[in-house]
């Protein structure tokens, strides 16, 4: 597992950004922090906010990392890696859904960081996409669209990907999400049902589902681009088939819609044996959902679906998904021909599990 944070040690007393920089022929940027000494204590940088020293993780593995420096907790949080094309900021811990398989429960209490992260998005390496979760991201819709708005404005290069429940857009919304650096923007919404109270009562919240349909009416208006989300778990699994007619009917907007298998993590960590649906065994209701999406000429993608637990004419559908910093492979994956294809599992997904689930292809 990649650390995303890691000990340090600054001369600051504020929290601040900073580009890591081992060439100091890189340095470009008054916020480019660069390497002076290397020794057993770790790497150690000078930049605007005075030295900075990391622990348990070399130079090299950092040039060109954005990262955010909290002298009041001793840690350093990797935003943006350099080399990876998984990189996500969490603006918040809030959310007004209460899922019952969320992989990252919600906090009531909220750290405003827009600001930092806008200056981390500036510092970012070229044609990147970053992505914004949470939380839910749109309790702060004001500061998550004034951050898109700068940040795009300056660095074109730049796209976003945003998680979000869609229960905060309003008709209001629609001129300001028609500004072209929004067309640089996905917005990754979750939609489990095509029953209100199946839907609702999976994000533990009345009127939910109803409230999503308002939301993309904005959406639409605004020519919002929208990946469609559906995690798979024993109480949505039968309504897959019927999912995929209103996603084929009603929804054709959608740029692509994308089925999950659980993630057991947060909630679903105590949840596993009443929410995981094995589809090795039974994937007849994917399989369905997949054939009535696709002869409808939707985008369909499988994330987190190990390539050899599904059947061989849809395992071009599941993608490498699980971001590289808490991706691992079980032991007899080593001999898979398509592992370099495949998602593998997370990090903390059960190794017994794993082992006894996987066939190398």
């Not at 959406?219 to 699994?237: F, K, M, S, W, Y």
């Not at 370099?340 to 082992?355: L, V």
Request: with cysteine.
């Amino acid at each position: 597992m990649i650390p995303l944070s890691v000990p340090a040690v600054s001369e600051a007393t504020m929290p601040y950004v900073a580009r890591l920089r081992v060439d100091p022929a890189a340095a470009t940027d008054e916020a480019d922090a660069v390497l002076v000494v290397e020794d057993e204590e770790g790497p150690s940088f000078s930049g605007l906010h005075g030295l900075l020293t990391l622990e348990g993780v070399c130079a090299d593995a950092l040039e060109g990392d954005v990262m955010l420096v909290q002298p009041d907790t001793g840690r350093a949080e990797r935003l943006l890696r350099h080399g990876s094309s998984h990189n996500t900021l969490l603006v918040t811990e809030r959310c007004d859904q209460l899922c019952v398989m969320c992989s990252q429960p919600p906090r009531k209490t909220h750290v405003d960081r827009f600001a930092l992260f806008e200056q981390a998005c500036l510092l970012a390496r070229p044609n990147i996409v970053i992505g914004i979760t949470g939380g839910e991201p749109t309790l702060y819709k004001d500061d998550l669209f004034g951050l898109i708005e700068r940040v795009g404005t300056v660095r074109p290069d730049i796209e976003f990907h945003v998680l979000t429940n869609a229960q905060h857009f309003e008709a209001s919304d629609v001129d300001r999400l028609r500004q072209d650096v929004f067309r640089r923007v996905s917005w990754g919404i979750p939609l489990y049902s095509n029953e209100p109270a199946r839907h609702d009562e999976i994000v533990g919240k009345t009127g939910a589902f109803d409230r999503l349909q308002r939301s993309f009416h904005v959406l639409l208006l605004a020519g919002a681009r929208i990946e469609l989300r559906t995690v798979l778990i024993q109480d949505n699994i039968d309504h897959l088939p019927r999912l995929a007619r209103l996603v084929a009917s009603r929804l054709r907007f959608i740029e692509s819609w994308s089925i999950m298998q659980l993630e057991k993590t947060g909630f679903a960590r105590n949840r596993w044996a009443g929410l995981f649906v094995d589809h090795k065994v039974g994937f007849e209701p994917v399989a369905a959902a997949l054939d009535y999406a696709l002869l409808h000429g939707k985008a369909v993608h499988l994330f987190n679906f190990p390539r050899c637990t599904v059947p061989a004419q849809y395992r071009a559908l599941a993608p490498a998904s699980i971001s590289d910093w808490k991706r691992k492979f079980a032991p007899a994956c080593a001999t898979c021909r398509e592992q370099d294809q495949c998602c593998g599992f997370f990090e903390w997904h059960p190794d017994e599990h794993a082992n006894a689930w996987i066939s190398p292809l």
